[in-house]
């Protein structure tokens, strides 16, 4: 893979990985495109939420330090039985909202065949997911009242919010920022706010992501065929952090003035584009 192509990956995962559209689909469809296997697919979408990570803590930097500071608050919340402040309410929700999703992709790792794995990346999937999920998006976002802040949010919401990150890291196209974004509306809570949450509490499963990428590529055996490196990977993440951190100002200022519906007509034309194209993609 040229040192090009790399950089269009890289630019797309980072423009993709916040908007609701499935960072995971494009970057499996330009990998396939430009002819990268399955373990070096997996492992550069991995490696790249290091820098799409890296944008959202600096972006919400404000949020993330008052989320570290809580969590010293929270860690001796039993000794001092004090009421947990703001920022100590969200580092809990973040923590609350990590677990399933976490054991989902160490299960999916560790546990499922890899012709498995190979079948829910294919072309099929992904664009059965991305219809489907735009859809139950366009559902949340159009139903009911949607008025509700952090301060509202409960560890049970957090909880639901978060175990839905598991589909993601299971099914490309289903995207984890739209299904966590998607549970938030369904819950009641506004379209920045949803969109906030949603970054926030993908910073742990993001993290592990990005180390588990890192780590593969470090090891990764050339003369067993593998075609991308380590630097490849870092690359690939410093472009991510740039696009990352444009794609999150960007939905949050749209988020503003606008719903989610153009999202969610994107994912519906690219879902077809997609079924249209599968007869030439299978003999190409």
């Known amino acids: 893979m040229s040192l090009f ?4 990956i890289a630019a797309i995962q980072g423009i993709t990985e916040w908007l609701p559209i499935s960072s995971s689909a494009h970057v499996l469809l330009l990998s ?3 002819g990268a296997d399955g373990r070096d697919e997996l492992l550069l979408n991995a490696v790249s939420n290091l820098g799409t990570l890296a944008a959202m803590l600096v972006y919400f930097r404000k949020d993330v330090a008052s989320a570290v500071v ?11 039985k004090r009421a947990l402040s703001p920022g100590a309410r969200l580092a809990a929700c973040v923590l609350i909202a990590t677990p399933v999703a976490l054991v989902a992709a160490l299960l ?4 499922l065949p890899e012709d498995a794995q190979n079948a829910l ?17 366009w559902w949340a976002d159009a139903r009911g009242a949607h008025n509700r802040k952090e ?3 409960t560890f049970l919401h957090a909880l639901i919010i978060g175990a839905t990150q598991a589909v993601a890291a299971i099914i490309p196209g289903t995207s984890r ?6 549970a938030a509306r369904a819950l009641g809570y506004d379209r920045t706010e949803a969109a906030r949450f949603s970054m926030l509490i993908g910073a742990p499963i993001l993290a592990a992501a ?37 794609s999150i100002w960007g939905l949050m200022a749209l988020l503003k003035r606008m719903s989610f519906l153009p999202f969610v007509i994107y994912r519906v034309l690219l879902g077809v584009l997609l079924f249209a194209m599968m007869p030439y993609m299978a003999t190409s």
């Open 32 to 34: 396939d495109t430009f």
């Open 70 to 80: 809580g969590g010293f608050e929270l860690a001796a919340a039993p000794v001092t």
């Open 5 to 8: 192509q790399l950089l269009i």
């Open 108 to 111: 999916y790792e560790g546990f």
């Open 151 to 153: 301060e509202d949010m």
């Open 177 to 182: 920022s739209g299904i966590t974004m998607t």
């Open 210 to 246: 990005g180390l588990y990428g890192a780590y593969g590529l470090f090891t990764a055996d050339p003369e067993a065929g593998a075609m991308l490196t380590f630097e490849d990977g870092m690359i690939v993440a410093a472009v991510a952090f740039i696009t990352g951190l444009a």
């Open 121 to 137: 990346r294919s072309v099929p999937t992904v664009a059965g997911a991305t219809i489907v999920f735009g859809l139950l998006l």
